[in-house]
Antibody
């Protein structure tokens, strides 16, 4: 069974940093592209980042480019999102999603940016 | 970049058929595949249609997808509506690794 479990969310002040993790199991992680997708409260889905199966290529939405960094460790079956210079508008549930296009999604982790 | 436009909401009665549209703003709808995701409250999205019209295992054949190049749009049709189909539905497509979601359509089954 495919499982994606996000962690690392929480409350952070504007300008702060946070690192999200996504632990994958039930499939050959190194064989799949991965994504981060977020959903602000009461809003729709927004794709924010993509990483190829071996770590390249990498792509970002304009809204996070230069502030967020996606990475992966295939030996640990894990996906990461380093978020810096956080803003109030980054408040959202962050999902990791497998594949291009995405087929399986994790349960999400909530990031709240507030003072 | 392109946009995908969906109606904000649709409603229909149980047992009826509803169609949700998704119009691509630029570039051909056939350029890359269109996916449809269902999201119930407080749950992550799940795939109901991939590659324009394919259904994942476990998704009932009441769900079907199509694309129309003449209107540059994709459609999700749900027949024999059930109350459990009440959810938000999102279309998705991509150019290279850059991905776009539609704004979502709230389906009410009343």
């Amino acid at each position: 069974e495919v499982q994606l479990v996000e962690s690392g969310g929480g409350l952070v002040q504007p300008g702060g940093s946070l690192r999200l993790s996504c632990a994958a199991s039930g499939f050959t992680f190194s064989g799949y592209e991965m994504n981060w997708v977020r959903q602000a409260p009461g809003k729709g889905l927004e794709w924010i980042s993509y990483i190829g199966s071996s770590g390249t290529p990498i792509d970002y939405a304009d809204s996070v480019k230069g502030r967020f960094t996606i990475s992966r460790d295939n030996a640990k079956n894990s996906l990461y999102l380093q978020m810096n210079s956080l803003r109030a508008e980054d408040t959202a549930v962050y999902y990791c999603a497998r594949g291009l296009p995405p087929d399986y999604w994790g349960q999400g982790t909530l990031v709240t940016v507030s003072s | 970049n392109f946009m995908l436009t969906q109606p904000h909401s649709v409603s229909e009665s149980p047992g009826k058929t509803v169609t949700i549209s998704c119009t691509r703003s630029s570039g051909s709808i056939a350029r890359n595949s269109v996916q449809w995701y269902q999201q119930r409250p407080d749950s992550p999205p799940t795939t109901v249609i991939y590659e324009d019209h394919q259904r994942p295992s476990g998704v009932p054949d009441r769900f079907s997808g199509s694309i129309d190049s003449s209107s540059n749009s994709a459609s999700l049709t749900i027949s024999g509506l059930k109350t459990e189909d009440e959810a938000d539905y999102y279309c998705q497509s991509y150019d290279s690794s850059n991905q776009v979601f539609g704004g979502g359509t709230k389906l009410t089954v009343l």
